[in-house]
């Protein structure tokens, strides 16, 4: 099928312009940054091509990212609403983020899935996996057709510019990837075009919609009140209230409840996540019908919420946020309102940048049509210059590709979220007696709340709070410790932390509520089984091991081997490059022939033979996975030749079960025939040069490379795809039994 029968199929009618010239873009491998007003199916123009060109002329891969877990969940949903429409249901599609961490090692075909799940991933430093699993969805981000939605609402100084380190990457290894927003200003896309990235522009007149559209813009010279929106409240009416802090929206919403309004709804980022997702389809559900409904939000319908009002009444905000506010205003086409007010305090935004956005409003808005012109002329005249310094920032990129290096390099989350966003979150809920959440900690449900907040909340409340620590150790052990929090400081970001009711409440209907009293949160009834566990193991042979590994190379390969790219990382034809990774995956437990780690699982000698897997552990085992790598290391050496493209592969076989193992202990590798019989498969079926003498028999305790230089772009690359596939294959083939 073409991209304008998928549009015909799923739309009913032809693709617009820019949907058009986005697909012919990627279909032809090459990169495109799209401005699109809202509403005008920017989704759809980068997935659709993807399902065309997957694995022949795009990667077999596409990793969707976005800015909120919410907006995730949003356009998952959508993508999976059109495989079923186009009768693709075989491409699978996840979502990936913190609260909803239902693909962690990226193994479907579309993950949608946060910015900073991406940045993590590509890191070897995953938010929703421990670190010692780090190198496998790292495989895939390196690997993938990266696409970054909605990258207006990135962290200006963070997030946006980890983001362009990112494209970089990519560009320089000749991967396509999709930058997309409706409020870049002109010298975000002057960068790209630069760099001869496509950019494509739409217009109001692309999207019938945005042609009928007539929005009438009105500043008011006084704070948003409740009093304000109730005369707005009736007659059929659709309105949207934005506040620019939850407080806010939960005193207004609170107060029209009171007042007995009906049809409100409520909206923030402080829900559960499965009452946000009841309260937002009731609200839905609402919007679409023919009565009035009322919804109360925050910057969370700035992207992604697809309802249309008759009337907004919104707090001043920055330029690309009213854009994207307005956007939810006769969104259908028809006529609207749009009231902006002044707003009690500047945060959470710049106070110049708000003084600077309510003098344009006042000046060049107020009382006429707002169209896409306007609007883009609303977000240069503002943001323009700023953008221009963001894009132009070299010596910012390093630092963060620095940053992101060292984060890299000793599996540090915190530094890897310190380069997505400024607003530091923690994880909360409500517990009174913790010692009882032992067993069922990681069923909690959780909130994201801005640490500052948290800090003023306890301050202000004397709220009693602890931290937690759960999930298993590097021996997998379950690990559940508390520690009071005693002082403001000590609330850190990116913590778990639960509150004593006593100072806090949670509705399901209104979110969080600090200096209240509430009850505790009850873990979720879901019981599913733990991806992120390795299987269970059993006894098995050295060689049997080996080849099923080698079976499930060859089931897996399709799937997760992008070999012509790897082909052109390593300078050699894509059937010898198929070999030697073959051969990684073969030799990967070539350690266990260690004498000392056979007589642990029961085999004392060379008269019998070797096992992968054992029941019966007699002893301490020896790490044999850097044992695996130390030894291969002159075998490789004579295959590949130069350090930069050996060593990778070496690190990867390192690291399949811990990243970042180092240590080498003593070894004397035995069962020389075994490791023949292995050979003489590999070569036939590979036509590989393999010689037993290449293989380091024995060696004095020493120590590997910890991990690869995350900014030599071939060589960490290698590494990522190398690892990912020896860890799938490993895991892959407990199933073949």
């Known amino acids: 099928m073409s991209v304008e029968g998928l549009f015909r199929v799923c739309f009913g009618g032809p693709p617009y312009r820019h949907q058009r010239e986005v697909a012919e873009v990627l279909l032809e491998g090459g990169s495109v940054v799209v401005r699109a007003p809202c509403g005008s199916g920017k989704t759809e123009a980068a997935v659709f091509p993807y399902l065309l060109g997957m694995g022949s002329t795009l990667p077999r891969r596409l990793i969707y990212s976005l800015p909120t877990r919410a907006l995730v969940e949003d356009i998952a949903k959508r993508i999976n609403e059109k495989l079923l429409k186009l009768d693709l249901e075989h491409i699978e599609v996840s979502c990936q983020h913190g609260a909803n961490s239902e693909d962690p090692f990226f193994k479907k075909d579309i993950i949608v899935t946060?910015?900073?799940?991406?940045?993590?991933?590509?890191?070897?430093?995953?938010?929703?996996?421990?670190?010692?699993?780090?190198?496998i969805p790292a495989g895939a981000a390196v690997s993938s057709l990266l696409c970054f939605d909605e990258v207006h609402t990135y962290d200006h100084d963070l997030g946006l510019k980890t983001m362009l380190v990112l494209v970089e990457r990519a560009r320089k290894l000749g991967l396509p990837f999709v930058v997309m927003s409706a409020t870049l200003p002109d010298s975000f896309l002057e960068w790209f075009a630069e760099r001869d990235v496509e950019v494509v522009e739409a217009t109001d007149k692309d999207v019938p919609s945005r042609k009928k559209r007539r929005v009438e813009l009105y500043w008011v010279e006084k704070q948003l009140n409740p009093e304000e929106v109730s005369e707005f409240l009736g007659s059929r009416r659709k309105v949207i209230v934005v506040c620019n802090t939850v407080a806010r929206a939960q005193q207004i919403y609170s107060w029209l409840k009171k007042e007995g309004k009906e049809g409100l709804y409520l909206l923030?980022?402080?829900?559960?996540?499965?009452?946000?997702?009841?309260?937002?389809?009731?609200?839905?559900?609402?919007?679409?019908?023919?009565?009035?409904?009322?919804?109360?939000?925050?910057?969370?319908?700035?992207?992604?919420?697809?309802?249309?009002?008759?009337?907004?009444?919104?707090?001043?905000?920055?330029?690309?946020?009213?854009?994207?506010?307005?956007?939810?205003?006769?969104?259908?086409?028809?006529?609207?309102?749009?009231?902006?007010?002044?707003?009690?305090?500047?945060?959470?935004?710049?106070?110049?940048?708000?003084?600077?956005?309510?003098k344009y409003l006042k000046r060049e808005l107020d009382g006429g049509i707002i169209r896409w012109k306007e609007e883009i002329e609303f977000v240069n005249h503002l943001l323009d210059d700023r953008f221009k310094c963001i894009v132009r920032d070299e010596a910012a990129r390093r630092r963060i590709l620095n940053n992101l290096g060292s984060a890299s390099f000793k599996g540090d989350r915190k530094s890897i979220e310190e380069n997505v966003r400024r607003i530091l979150s923690v994880n909360v809920t409500i517990y009174d007696e913790i010692d009882r959440l032992s067993d069922v900690i990681w069923k909690m449900p959780w909130i994201k709340v801005d640490v500052r907040v948290l800090r003023r909340a306890m301050e202000k409340y004397g709220l009693n709070i602890s931290e937690v620590v759960y999930g298993r150790d590097e021996n997998k052990r379950p690990l559940f410790k508390v520690y009071p929090i005693r002082s403001l400081s000590e609330?850190?970001?990116?913590?778990?932390?639960?509150?004593?009711?006593?100072?806090?409440?949670?509705?399901?209907?209104?979110?969080?509520?600090?200096?209240?009293?509430?009850?505790?949160?009850?873990?979720?009834?879901?019981?599913?089984?733990?991806?992120?566990?390795?299987?269970?193991?059993?006894?098995?042979?050295?060689?049997?091991?080996?080849?099923?590994?080698?079976?499930?190379?060859?089931?897996?390969?399709e799937q997760e081997l992008p070999l012509r790219f790897i082909s052109r990382l390593i300078g050699q034809e894509p059937e010898f490059c198929e070999g030697v990774l073959a051969l990684a995956v073969a030799l990967h437990d070539l350690g266990k022939l260690n004498k000392d780690w056979q007589r642990a699982v029961g085999v004392k000698n060379e008269a019998e033979r070797p096992l992968a897997h054992s029941l019966s552990i007699r002893g301490k085992r020896p790490n044999h996975a850097t044992i695996s790598g130390h030894a291969s290391t002159p075998l490789f050496e004579s295959l590949l030749g130069r350090r930069r493209l050996y060593k990778p592969i070496i690190i990867a076989i390192n690291h399949h079960h811990y990243t970042r193992s180092e240590k080498v202990s003593r070894y004397e590798i035995g069962w020389r025939a075994t490791i023949s019989e292995l050979f003489d498969e590999m070569m036939l079926r590979y036509n590989l040069d393999l010689d037993l003498d290449r293989i380091k028999w024995s060696s004095a305790p020493t120590r590997n490379e910890r991990f690869p230089v995350w900014e030599r772009i071939n060589s960490y690359t290698i590494y990522a795809v190398v690892s990912r596939l020896i860890r799938l294959c490993d895991r892959y083939s407990f199933e073949m039994q």
């Not at 890191?123 to 780090?134: A, D, E, H, K, N």
């Not at 009322?294 to 009444?313: A, H, K, P, R």
């Open 268 to 358: 923030h980022s402080r829900f559960v996540p499965d009452d946000r997702k009841k309260r937002e389809k009731e609200m839905l559900k609402a919007f679409k019908s023919e009565g009035s409904a009322c919804l109360v939000t925050t910057q969370v319908c700035e992207v992604g919420l697809d309802i249309s009002c008759d009337v907004m009444l919104t707090e001043v905000a920055p330029p690309d946020a009213l854009v994207q506010r307005m956007g939810r205003c006769a969104r259908e086409g028809d006529k609207g309102k749009v009231f902006v007010y002044e707003a009690e305090i500047s945060a959470p935004y710049s106070e110049e940048l708000v003084r600077q956005s309510k």
């Open 491 to 557: 609330l850190i970001p990116y913590g778990y932390y639960v509150i004593h009711p006593e100072g806090v409440r949670y509705d399901p209907f209104i979110g969080l509520v600090f200096g209240e009293e509430g009850w505790n949160l009850e873990p979720t009834s879901k019981d599913r089984p733990d991806p992120r566990e390795p299987p269970e193991y059993h006894r098995e042979l050295w060689l049997d091991h080996s080849l099923k590994c080698l079976k499930a190379f060859d089931e897996i390969k």
């Open 114 to 135: 946060t910015i900073d799940q991406t940045i993590g991933a590509y890191c070897s430093t995953p938010l929703s996996l421990p670190i010692r699993y780090g190198n």
